[in-house]
């Protein structure tokens, strides 16, 4: 039995969710978010959304709180977005977005060219702040985590990409010798 399955799930004004099939459609004043969810039937009752699995799988709970917690996130998605910060920590380490592409400069022999995947905007408000937002909060942390992978934050100096209000842990640096 999933306790977060078992939860309905509030459904806010200006929400509507309809399924077919497999196919969960979330459909809100920012946007629509469609996603393919197996072994679960969903079921409206006073603006709360319930959720039952399908008997015909050896452990329906598996699925079960995964897909409430998806639906949870789309329907947040829908209503208000998602927002991920990028801090850039390096000299002369910095970012621009042109266009559909988001450039990058990270101290490599060449510049980072990021195209923009649809559904995300990104603003760069000073070279050392990337700022992503979207309605799928799935695509908004696969391209921050993309973005991040270029230029994993170092422990010696601190120098990388960092999510904001991350910190690093600091090693010592050698010891002197003798």
Known sequence: MSKIGAKPIKIPNGVTITQSGNLFVVQGPKGKIEKSLINVTMEIKEEQLHLTPNNNITKPSMFWGTASSIIRGMIEGVTNG???ELNIVGVGYKAAVAGKNLNLALGFSHPVNLPIPTGITV???KPTIIIIKGIDKEQVGQFAALIRSYKMPEPYLGKGILYKDEKIIRKAGK???K
């Open 123 to 125: 603003e760069t408000p």
């Open 175 to 177: 010891a002197a010798g």
């Open 82 to 84: 998602f927002i991920k």
